[in-house]
């Protein structure tokens, strides 16, 4: 039936399908097997290694896949650590090992027998050789590498000094090549461009001259990375494959910068970025009067936040409270994410957070709205309810109940604002969005929610320190505990 999820089958009878499809397989003349696959340059095969694999037919093919799927559902560790297109061929390559070690399994009279039957222990061995061998070759495919993301924060006149949110630290530019450059030959390479004393594009044509040499080269790829960021944030990635590793690194890395930008004005906000965010551009404006003369405009958004020289470093500084809780709270979310998932409050607030940095990057008020709701919903764990969604967030900015002031606007107002006319009714096409002017409701939107992380941050930084158990509970009751610790705040 629709909705139901499909029974598992036993990894033994999976593998004994695939065995003597092999088996089958082998038997055909080889025209025959070849002309089986619906894609002639994609034969019907399970590999062993690079020189060898196992003929199949699609009866092999398919419950090669079944068997995959199944693991991959199962295995959560897995599904955090590698990506899917990836695990698929370290486990056809585990079931195709296992096949080459299946005759470990039978009776040693029976080794170099033909036609031996076997029982469901020989089966119930090769399931288990498989589990092994495709844990040891995930193993040697999950490195621990520290993982850098170029990102503009602070001009370099400010003298922002190096901070960290959590498992992200951020260095200046400066700092970092000084840390993680530990050649030395590739160092003064690229200590002579920092400097000025050779242009990068001169770097470059060196680096990519024939037979060039190996340091040059490395130190044009450092560079060639780098680009004109002024800041690089890292993070260690402990047993995750190559690619699993950037892209979980680099979401962790946008969060903490998001993190940051809540302590910021929504201009500023934006112009937090990193490398693979495409929100800040330049462009050239084009039009022809009436008269037919042309008109020319054009419109640059700059990255990187400056001030008065120091300013920034003392607004960093004052921030450490919030930037520390915050800190703690993406420490749970990054460790939970490890082999699975975080706790459900830990969850919700990093969603959420992703969320509204999403907002404050869209250009469009309409989606910056719908973001914000979104995000408004995630944080208080409502599930859609308005009601809880007011609730909460009373609780977090009003715990004590006061009267809001005859010219403000209400928390219950606000959320109705963005969450019940804002988020609902332009999601579900109940109201104009693209050309509207929506910039009261956005404005509105970014106020609840920087108010809101600002309340629930520093609580759920202090439930870690000194009441984690809340976040073993169930995820109304986590969030019915958390609600009662917002209210009981001074």
Same mark, same amino acid.
């Given at each position: ?41 994609? *034969? ?25 799927? /199944? ?14 297109? @990836? ?18 399994? $039978?009776?040693? #009279? ?8 076997? %029982? ?6 090769? &399931? ?9 070759? +995930? ?22 000094? *190096? ?27 690229? /200590?002579?461009?920092?400097?000025? @004393? ?29 680009? %004109? ?35 910021? /004005? ?38 990187? $936040? ?18 520390? &809780? ?8 990054? /460790? ?14 990093? %969603? ?42 009373? +609780? +977090? ?52 929610? &920087? %108010?809101?992380? #600002?309340?629930?941050?520093? @609580? ?31």
């Amino acid at each position: 039936m629709d909705g139901q999820k499909v029974p598992e089958v036993p990894a033994e009878r999976l593998l004994e399908t695939i065995l003597e499809d092999v088996i089958k397989a082998a038997a055909m003349p080889f025209d025959e097997w070849w002309a089986l696959s619906r894609f002639p340059l994609v *034969p019907l095969a399970i590999p062993v290694d690079s020189e060898q694999e196992y003929r199949v037919t699609q009866v092999g093919v398919d419950a090669a896949h079944r068997l995959t799927g /199944q693991t991959w559902d199962r295995r959560e560790d897995f599904r955090q650590t590698i990506a899917r297109s @990836e695990f698929d061929k370290l486990s056809f390559r585990s079931i195709g090992e296992t096949i080459r070690n299946c005759r470990s399994h $039978l009776p040693i #009279d029976a080794a170099e027998q033909h036609n031996t039957v076997v %029982n469901d222990c020989f089966f119930a061995a090769m &399931a288990a050789d498989y589990e092994r061998i495709l844990d040891r070759l +995930a193993d040697a495919a999950r490195p621990d590498v520290h993982r850098h993301i170029p990102c503009h924060l602070f001009h370099a006149d400010q003298g922002v000094r *190096p901070f960290s949110i959590g498992p992200v630290e951020f260095l200046p530019r400066e700092a970092w090549i000084a840390r993680y450059v530990s050649n030395p030959a590739q160092l003064e390479h690229i /200590q002579k461009v920092e400097s000025g @004393e050779i242009r990068y594009d001169e770097l470059r044509d060196q680096a990519l001259t024939p037979n060039s040499d190996g340091d040059l080269h490395r130190a044009w790829e450092v560079l060639s990375s780098l680009r %004109n960021f002024e800041w690089v944030a890292t993070i260690r990635m402990e047993g995750h494959a190559l690619n699993q590793s950037h892209n979980k690194a680099s979401i962790i890395i946008g969060l903490a910068i998001d993190a940051i930008g809540l302590r910021f /004005q929504v201009e500023d906000a934006r112009r937090f970025t990193k490398a693979g965010r495409q929100h800040l551009f330049a462009e050239d404006r084009l039009a022809t009067s009436s008269s037919g003369a042309f008109l020319r405009g054009s419109s640059v958004q700059i990255p990187g $936040l400056g001030s008065a020289p120091g300013a920034l470093a003392a607004k960093v500084q004052a921030e450490r409270p919030f930037l520390d &809780a915050a800190g703690k709270v993406l420490s749970a979310y990054v /460790q939970g994410r490890q082999t699975g998932r975080g706790p459900h409050v830990i969850e919700r607030w990093a %969603n959420a957070l992703y969320w509204v940095g999403e907002a404050r990057r869209e250009a469009s008020d309409f989606m910056a709205v719908v973001n914000y709701g979104c995000a408004a919903d995630g944080l208080s764990g409502a599930g859609g309810d308005a009601a809880t969604m007011t609730t909460f967030s009373e +609780a +977090a900015l009003n715990p004590k109940g006061q009267p809001t002031p005859s010219e403000s606007l209400s928390i219950a107002d606000a959320v109705t604002k963005v969450y019940r006319e804002g988020r609902n009714k332009l999601a579900h096409g109940e109201m104009a969005g693209l050309l509207e002017d929506l910039s009261e409701t956005r404005a509105i939107g970014d106020a609840l929610l &920087a %108010n809101l992380f #600002d309340a629930v941050t520093f @609580e759920l930084a202090a439930v870690i320190d000194n009441r984690p158990e809340i976040l073993a509970l169930g995820e109304k009751h986590a969030y019915r505990a958390l609600e009662a610790r917002l209210k009981q705040r001074p």
